[in-house]
C-alpha cells in the first residue's frame, strides 16, 4: 500500500472554509513536501510522493523488449521495415495493383489525412521558442512563480499571426496581428493571447461572431484574402461604432510592420494580480521590442505579398539562425483597486487603452526568442493559446470580452486539434504535473492508474485539491465582491466612441497621419456601396476634421456644414496627445539586424565594398551583394566576391536600404541593367535610404531620377568611408520621410 492511501480517508471531509484551515487539514492528509515544486517531476507524478498518479511509468515495463532503432530504416507505422518504398505491388511489372499492399493504403490514407481545420481566425501564423526572465521580484503585486526570481527562466513558445487570411495567406497584408505567448511555468501554462494593438473592434464577446463574418472574405466569391478592403468589414464598421479606436490602429502604419521584431504586443484587456497577502490590483500587459517599432510603406507591402509573400516568417526565422534574438520586454501598467473609476473611460472596456502618458508602463522582464521549431506542424500549428490558461496570482477582471474568450478557445481547440486530449500535445503539455480524474476521450496518451473519480478511498483519495497557499498553493479566484440583476446591457460607462480615436489620431506624426488618410482612402475605395462609403466618413467626422476632409476628398463626398462644426470629443483625463501612440514620435530606430543590399558586377571597387561591409558589419548590420548574377564577382582589384543574390531575383523590398558601391566597369553594367536601375527607383520610392559612392552617382540619372532627388537619406560622397556615416544616420531614421512628397511624383 502506498504512502498516501494509507492517510485517513477523506470520503467525509467538511469543504474546505479558509486558506488556514484548509492547509492544517491538507497536512494532515498528505505528506508536507507533497507539492513541492520538484523541477525535475516530469508530467507523470509528483516525484517524491510514491503515490499512484496517473501516470506512463508502466509503458517502462515494456523498455527491456525494445528493439534497438538500426540505421535509419524506413518502416511502417507500426515498426515493419520496408524493402519497398517507391513502386506499388503489381500483377506484373505493368500489371493491375493489388489489394494487398497494406504499406501502399498506410502511407496514402496517413497523407489523405494531413490535414486539420485551420483556426477560424490567425490561421496564419509563424512561431519561435525562447525564455521569459523577470528583471526583478514582482512579489509586491503578484504571487506568480514565474515573476519572483530573477535569476530563473520561463520557457516559452510564441505564436504572431495576422487575423484574416486563410493559412497560406500572404504576411504583409493589412491587419491586426495577433501576439500569443505561452509560459511554460512551474505552476502551470499561462497564456497571454494579445494583439499587436492595446485595443480590440468589439466590447461584448457575443458580437465576435458578426465581427469576424463582416472581415473574412465575402461569402459569395471568398474575396478578399487577407484584406479588410471590402464591403461587408467596412459595412459592419459603419454600424458599430465601438470599432472605430481598433480601425484607426489597424488603418495606421501599425497594419503593415516592417517586421514581426518590430512590433508591440499588448494582453489588450484588464487583468489581476494577486500577490500572497490576496491584495489585488488591476494590470494591463505590455511587450515592448527592443529592436523599435517600424513599419512597411503601404506599395512596398503590397509588392511583398507577391515578391515573398513569406517575408515575416522568413525575417523571423533568419533573425533567430543569424543570433539576432528578437527581444521583448514585458511592461505592467498597474492599476490600484482603489483608481479603478479615476478614468474618462472604463478600464474593462477593450476598446479603450490606458495612456502610457496616465500609467506609465513599468518594464518588469525580457522574453528572449533564441530557437526556431523544429517541424511547423508539430509546433506552430498544433499549439493552442487560450486566455483561460492563467496560474495562481493572476486572475481576470469583468470585461466582458475577456470573459467570452474564456470560453471560446477551449471550445475551437476541441474541434481544431480532434478532442478533449489536445493539452497532451508535446507543445501544449505543461511542465509542471498533471494529475486530476479527467479520463479517456480521443488520443488520451496518458496511461491513466488512480481512482477516476473524488473524493476517493480507493487511491488515498488522490489527486485532491491543493489549498490556496501563500507560496505554490492552488489556484483560487480573486473573492471579488460581485451582485447585480441578470441583465443583457451594456454599461453606460462603455459609451464614448470616438475620444480615444482623436487622441490616436492628434499623437500621431504627419507622415502617420498622411497614412492613415491614404489606408482610410484605399480601402474604401474598394467599397462598391456608397452609403457604406458615406456611413464612414460621417463617423470620422467624429473624431477630426481635418481627417475627415482629407478622406471625404479623396472619395468624392461632400461633407456637409453640420458634418463641419461637430463638435469634437475632449482629450481623455486632459490628455491631447501621448507619443506612446505613435510608432515614430519616440524617436531613432534600431538599425542592428536590418538588411542593406550592394548592388555590384565585375569591375566594383573591392575596396569601396569591403568599407561598405565594415561600416555596415560595426552596427551590426547584414549587408547583401547582389550581383546580375550568382556566384561570384571580380572587383578591379582581381579579387572574387562571393555573391548572396541575383539582382532580379532579390528586389529592393527585401531590404532596409541599398548602396551602389563604386567601380567603373560595375556601373557600366548595371547602368544597362533594368532590375538594377528599377531596384534603385523602387527604393527611392520607398523612402529608404540610398548610397551611392564615387561616380555610382550617375545611376540616379540611369534610373531615371535626378540629382535634385538628393535629401538626407540619399547619401553622395566620394567614398565609402565618407558615405557610411550619414548613411547609417538616415537608417536611424528608418524611412525618409521628408521626402514623401516628391517620391510620389516619380513613376514605379
Ligand atoms: Fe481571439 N480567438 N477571440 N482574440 N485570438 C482565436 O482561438 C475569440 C480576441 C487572439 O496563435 C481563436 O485557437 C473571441 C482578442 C490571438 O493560436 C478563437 C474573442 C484578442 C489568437 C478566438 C476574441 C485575441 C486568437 C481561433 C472575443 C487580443 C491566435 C483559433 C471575445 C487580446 C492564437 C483559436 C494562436 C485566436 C476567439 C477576441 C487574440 C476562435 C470569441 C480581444 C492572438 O477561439
Known sequence: MTKTSATKSSLHQAPFTDGKAAEAHYEDTVPADAYKLSPGAGPAGPGSLKTPGNTNDKLKDMAPFRADGDGMGLTTNLGVKMAHNQNTLKAGSRGPSLLEDFHFHEKLSHFDSERIPERVVHARGTGAHGYFQVYESLAEYTKADFLQDPKARTPVFIRISTVQGFRGS??????????????????????????????????????????????????????????????????????????????????????????????????????????????????????????????????????????????????????????????????????????????????????????????????????????????????????????????????????????????SYVDTQRHRLGGPNFNELPINRPLSPVRNQQRDGRYRLQIDVTANYEPNSISGNWPREVPEAKKNGGFATYPQKSEGKKVRERSPSFADYFSQPRLFWLSQTKPEQRHIVDAFSFELGKVGRPYIRERIVELLTH????????????????????????????????????????????????????????????????????????????????????????????????????????????????????????????????????????????????????????????????????????????????????????????????????????????AA
Open 170 to 407: 500572404p504576411d504583409t497584408v493589412r491587419d491586426i496581428r495577433g501576439f500569443a505567448v505561452k509560459l511554460y511555468t512551474r505552476e502551470g501554462n499561462f497564456d497571454l493571447v494579445g494583439n499587436d494593438t492595446p485595443v480590440f473592434f468589439i466590447q461584448d464577446a457575443i458580437k465576435f461572431p458578426d465581427f469576424v463574418h463582416a472581415v473574412k472574405p465575402e461569402p459569395h466569391n471568398e474575396v478578399p484574402q487577407g484584406q479588410s478592403a471590402h464591403d461587408s468589414f467596412w459595412d459592419y464598421v459603419s454600424l458599430q461604432p465601438e470599432t472605430l479606436h481598433n480601425v484607426m490602429w489597424h488603418m495606421s502604419d501599425r497594419g503593415i510592420p516592417r517586421s514581426l521584431r518590430m512590433i508591440e504586443g499588448f494582453g489588450i484587456h484588464t487583468y489581476r494580480l494577486v500577490n500572497a497577502e490576496g491584495k489585488s490590483c488591476f494590470v494591463r500587459f505590455h511587450w515592448k521590442p527592443i529592436y523599435g517599432t517600424s513599419s512597411l510603406i503601404w506599395d512596398e507591402a503590397q509588392v511583398l505579398t507577391g515578391r515573398d509573400p513569406d517575408f515575416h516568417r522568413r525575417d523571423l526565422w533568419q533573425a533567430i539562425e543569424e543570433g539576432d534574438y528578437p527581444e521583448f520586454e514585458l511592461g505592467l501598467q498597474i492599476i490600484p483597486e482603489e483608481d479603478e473609476h479615476k478614468f474618462d473611460f472604463d478600464i474593462l472596456d477593450a476598446t479603450k487603452l490606458i495612456p502610457e502618458a496616465l500609467v506609465p508602463v513599468k518594464i518588469v522582464g525580457k522574453m528572449v526568442l533564441n530557437r526556431n521549431p523544429d517541424n511547423f506542424f508539430a509546433e506552430t500549428e498544433q499549439v493552442a493559446f487560450c486566455p483561460a490558461n492563467i496560474v495562481p496570482g493572476i486572475d481576470f477582471s469583468d470585461d466582458p470580452l475577456l470573459q467570452g474568450r474564456v470560453f
Open 543 to 746: 473624431v477630426d476634421h481635418d481627417l475627415a476632409k482629407a478622406v471625404a476628398a479623396n472619395l468624392g463626398i461632400a461633407l456637409s456644414a453640420e458634418q463641419l462644426s461637430r463638435k469634437l470629443p475632449k482629450p481623455v483625463n486632459g490628455l491631447e496627445k501621448d507619443p506612446a501612440l505613435s510608432l515614430y514620435a519616440q524617436g531613432k530606430q534600431v538599425v542592428k539586424s536590418r538588411r542593406v543590399a550592394l548592388l555590384v558586377a565585375d569591375g566594383v571597387s573591392g575596396k569601396s565594398v569591403e568599407d561598405v561591409c565594415k561600416a555596415l558589419k560595426s552596427e551590426g548590420v547584414h549587408p547583401q551583394i547582389l550581383a546580375p548574377h550568382m556566384g561570384v564577382v571580380v572587383s578591379e582589384e582581381g579579387k572574387e566576391i562571393m555573391v548572396d543574390g541575383a539582382i532580379d531575383g532579390t528586389p529592393s523590398v527585401l531590404v532596409d536600404a541599398v548602396i551602389f558601391p563604386d567601380g567603373e566597369q560595375s556601373l557600366k553594367m548595371l547602368e544597362k541593367n533594368g532590375a538594377a536601375k528599377y531596384c534603385l527607383r523602387q527604393a527611392y520610392k520607398h523612402l529608404k535610404p540610398l548610397g551611392l559612392v564615387g561616380e555610382a552617382k550617375r545611376m540616379l540619372k540611369a534610373a531615371g531620377l535626378s540629382e535634385d532627388s538628393q535629401d538626407a537619406g540619399l547619401v553622395l560622397e566620394s567614398d565609402a568611408q565618407k558615405l557610411m556615416k550619414p548613411f547609417i544616420e538616415a537608417m536611424k531614421q528608418h524611412r525618409i520621410w521628408a521626402r514623401e512628397d516628391k517620391a510620389k511624383d516619380v
